[in-house]
């Protein structure tokens, strides 16, 4: 019998055979009062003969008891626990198993080093925060099941033993055992499996799919993740979008509780640099970037004329609060820590300016600059895509949200269809993208347009989908212009083109990072915090020590051998 199962009895019932963890135990004297907890709760046991319990019990022991139901007297109840209005007077009391000292209490909060939690992750989830973690999540599975059959969305998997799918990071291999020197690789998402889906005539796809990327530690991502992965036929970007909002918001309404408006704003790549710094701006701050440039036509001060020269950008934050100097300073080393040349300033007070350049503006800048009112101006000179970064760190320090709604989402679109990763080209989302001329990418790819879409909740990117290029022919001319060679196209995507090849329809999908989506919901720091068993920053899992040094035995029945590149 579980502890929730109590709230079918009366007072004076027998009980039988409940069973749970012991969660505290407090002697008082003739009685001893103990806190049995479950998955469904906690509940508080009376034990007679102090004496002897308390040489019999410790925290964690999983017990078996039987006992008679009693009703508390009101002024008796506990509210810190589920069912404080009732306790169990035990009259039988079996150990079913004992517990080791724990590495950590089973509490609500804890000051434990997360590598310990992580080692000792299932006593970690057996605290309540983690417990309404992977419930949320497990909620988030079964609302997805639920809609897709609602919508009709056919559930197919796709394999993890594949040959490659680049997503913008590295693979992780399997090697062939029976096929030496050969490896598989694990799918970075399942992107060309559910596009040849659609070419072999299924109308749509859906899968809870894992995902792996072999990335640099970048902050709060995890080497293995899950996406809710999806592809529509005979589809557009607005059908696939119309199609996203329809389930988010009833992952909302359903796994949630929570009532979301759509559909959701959309604005451009371009706008969302100018506007925010980013293209993932957090809409719920409504402050916004301004271009004070023309402010600067005539300037005196020498390296905003040089930036003004070399077609750069001054582009301001203002805030009604006069930041102190040590709120500036903090600013200004942590951008200058990301890039930044520093943090430019002026504040404006009793209608005086004061700041490093105030000395050398002239009148009509001096005016202008006023006309903010009073508070700090804040700014950042240069080419727009160098300051806006910086630009959209120093929004998110110095305002909050103030917009009423807890989520805010908005869709991001007309994307550049390359970036410069270190130096590198790069489709912004994946080669498999159209662009959104066909013309345009064949005369100049660089500054060619994606039909690309991102979802953005609370400035995180929650997911990202695309228009799909449909032709052999430009799929080969997206690959070349990525810097391919034929061979390379041939040896990686051959197959690939050669399944475009046989009449395949327009297509387009979406795919949503359920963990980002989980943690984003329950206000989490950390992804890490809604993942059953996650890897550390460093893609290490200290429960089972994983990933782990291979016998040279078995390296050999895979025809592989470790080379130490510091000998
Ligand atoms: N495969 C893409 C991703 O994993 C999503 C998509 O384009 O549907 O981000």
Not at 99 to 119: G, Y
Not at 130 to 147: D, E, G, L, P, W
Not at 313 to 338: N, P, S, V, Y
Not at 516 to 528: C, D, G
């Amino acid at each position: 019998m579980n502890i929730n199962e109590l709230l079918d009895n009366k007072n004076g019932d027998q009980i039988e055979d409940l069973t749970g963890w012991i969660d505290s135990i407090r002697d008082h004297g003739g009685l001893t009062f103990v806190d049995l907890r479950d998955f469904t709760g906690s509940v508080q046991l009376v034990f007679d003969k102090s004496a002897e319990i308390n040489a019999k019990l410790k925290n964690e022991y999983y017990v078996s008891i039987k006992g008679l139901f009693k009703k508390r007297d009101e002024a008796l109840i506990n509210n810190k626990i589920f069912l404080g209005d009732i306790e169990i007077e035990v009259s039988e009391l079996t150990v079913i198993n004992k517990s080791k000292t724990l590495p950590f209490q089973i509490e609500k909060d804890i000051d434990t080093d997360e590598n310990i939690r992580l080692k000792y992750r299932y006593l970690d989830l057996r605290r309540e925060p983690m417990k309404v973690n992977i419930m949320t999540r497990s909620n988030t599975f079964k609302s997805i099941r639920s809609i897709m059959n609602d919508l009709n969305i056919f559930e197919i998997d796709t394999p993890t033993l594949i040959k490659s799918t680049p997503e913008g990071a590295k693979d992780f291999l399997v090697p062939s055992r029976k096929s030496p020197s050969n490896f598989y690789a694990l799918p970075q998402s399942p992107q060309m499996y559910k596009q040849l889906f659609m070419m072999a005539g299924f109308p749509n796809y859906y899968q809870i799919a894992k995902c792996y990327r072999d990335e640099d530690s970048r902050k709060d991502r995890q080497p293995e993740f899950t996406q809710l992965d999806l592809e529509f036929s005979d589809a557009s970007p607005s059908l696939v979008k119309s199609n996203i909002e329809k389930i988010v918001k009833f992952l909302f309404s359903d796994a949630y509780d929570c009532k979301i408006d759509t559909p959701f704003e959309t604005l451009s790549y371009k706008d969302a640099i100018n506007l925010y710094g980013t293209d993932k701006p957090d809409m719920r701050i409504i402050e916004t970037l301004k271009d004070i440039s023309e402010l600067f036509n005539d300037t005196e001060i020498n390296f905003l004329k040089e930036i003004l020269d070399n077609d750069g950008l001054i582009k301001a934050l203002h805030t009604e609060e006069l930041l102190t100097r040590k709120q500036i300073d903090t600013i200004d080393a942590d951008i200058k820590e990301m890039g930044s040349n520093g943090l430019g300033w002026f504040k404006i007070d009793n209608n005086e300016i004061s700041g490093p350049l105030a000395k050398l503006l002239n009148g009509s800048e001096k005016a202008d600059i006023l006309k903010f009112g009073s508070g700090t101006l804040i700014f950042q000179a240069g080419e727009i895509n160098s300051i806006a970064q910086y630009l959209d760190f120093i929004r998110r320090t110095i305002f909050k949200p103030s917009s009423n709604e807890m989520y805010s989402f908005v869709w991001i679109e007309d994307f550049p269809f390359f970036e410069y990763e270190d130096g590198k080209l790069q489709p912004s989302h994946h080669p498999f993208t159209s662009p959104k001329d066909n013309e345009t990418f064949k005369d100049d790819p660089i500054n060619a347009v994606a039909l690309h879409y991102d979802l953005v909740l609370n400035g995180v990117e929650l997911g990202s989908g695309s228009q799909r290029i449909n032709s052999p022919d430009i799929q080969k001319l997206v690959l070349q212009k990525w810097g391919l060679s034929d061979e390379e196209i041939d040896d990686r995507f051959g197959w690939f083109i050669e399944a475009l090849s046989y009449g395949t329809p327009l297509h387009a999908g979406f795919a949503i990072g359920i963990d980002r989506l989980v943690a984003e919901v329950l206000n989490q720091p950390s992804i890490r915090d809604v993942i059953p068993f996650p890897k550390t920053q460093s893609g290490l899992d200290p429960l089972t020590n994983a990933p782990a040094n291979i016998d040279e035995n078995v390296l050999e029945e895979y025809n592989l051998k470790y080379i130490n590149k510091d000998e």
